[in-house]
């Protein structure tokens, strides 16, 4: 029997795209049940209106919007899970169309187990050709797309855009780490933690949804609590010469002594010791599986 998968869809003022994609998931051809969860954010521009309008040809299918004050990434996709009633969860953001078919190249491969997590290939929804499968990133800690590979594939970093995996493990695992700000490295986080707990995250070049690159970001987002992102993501899961280069990106940062000082005072060490104690993998053994030039001079990055 094909489990129910529920796709969670966070959104904050996104009402120039949201019925679009909404409607694009809905028309997709598609055997595999499905809801909808949308979590309306905190939007001030009418982002959910109408949506209970949209219907999928000849089939029923729950559409539940819930609205949140603003609540941030991380806090919006874990509160979609939580009333989520499907056995694998497909995180979506707003401003994503999909093929046909999409579900079936993603949800069989997480309900066998065969894949702790997957994602499509993401392209720029109106330059299909030009299209990255999964994430790496540089030695200065920029986001790197990777080129699409030839079958279903490991990849250090799944892309917030669209990631399929079993509710339970995601749950089990605590979701996405609601101690970040506003947005920023969640993916990435919560990618790392996966894999240090034994996950196996990949990439699938088997379909590929459009994805709008927009100009600006619906959330006001600081560049201190960016920084602050990465500074917990770091503290968290890594250590050595590893843990010493990645806090080299905010070396030059004006407030860098503060934002070291707030994270250690936010509980990030004590989140450390736990991860640390409890994972199966070790953060020097991520960095060497998939080459990340990490610990190393940027001239060396392979």
């Not at 968290?236 to 843990?243: A, E, I, T, W």
Request: proline residues 8%; glycine residues 8%; negative net charge.
């Amino acid at each position: 029997m094909t489990p129910l998968t529920t796709i969670v869809i966070p959104a904050r003022n996104e009402q120039a795209h949201i019925g679009r994609t909404v409607a694009s998931i809905l028309e997709a051809r598609s055997d595999i049940p499905f809801e909808i969860i949308v979590v309306d954010d905190g939007s001030t521009d009418g982002t959910s209106c109408g949506l209970d309008r949209l219907r999928r040809p000849a089939v029923r299918t729950p559409l539940t919007v819930l609205r949140t004050p603003g609540l941030g990434a991380a806090r919006a996709r874990n509160l979609g899970a939580r009333h989520a009633q499907g056995d694998v969860l497909v995180f979506c953001d707003a401003h994503i169309f999909v093929p046909d078919g999409w579900l079936e190249e993603l949800v069989p491969p997480i309900a066998s187990g065969e894949w702790t997590a997957l994602s499509p290939g993401v392209a720029a929804h109106d330059r299909p050709d030009l299209a990255g499968f999964g994430q790496s990133m540089t030695a200065e800690g920029e986001i790197r797309w990777l080129p699409e590979p030839d079958r279903p594939t490991p990849v250090p970093f799944l892309p917030g855009a669209c990631i399929a995996v079993p509710a339970r493990v995601f749950l089990e695992g605590e979701g996405f780490d609601e101690g970040l700000r506003t947005w920023g490295w969640e993916d990435v986080e919560w990618s790392v933690r996966m894999w240090l707990s034994g996950g196996r995250l990949g990439v699938t070049p088997r379909t590929v949804v459009g994805h709008v690159f927009r100009s600006t970001h619906p959330y006001a987002v600081s560049l201190y609590d960016y920084h602050y992102n990465w500074v917990r993501t770091a503290l968290s899961h890594f250590s050595g010469r590893r843990l010493e280069h990645l806090l080299k990106k905010i070396e030059n940062h004006p407030m860098r002594f503060d934002l070291l000082r707030t994270a250690l005072a936010d509980g990030t060490l004590e989140r450390r010791a736990r991860l640390f104690a409890s994972r199966q993998r070790d953060d020097e053994w991520f960095v060497r599986e998939f080459r990340l030039p990490w610990g190393e001079s940027p001239g060396d990055e392979p």
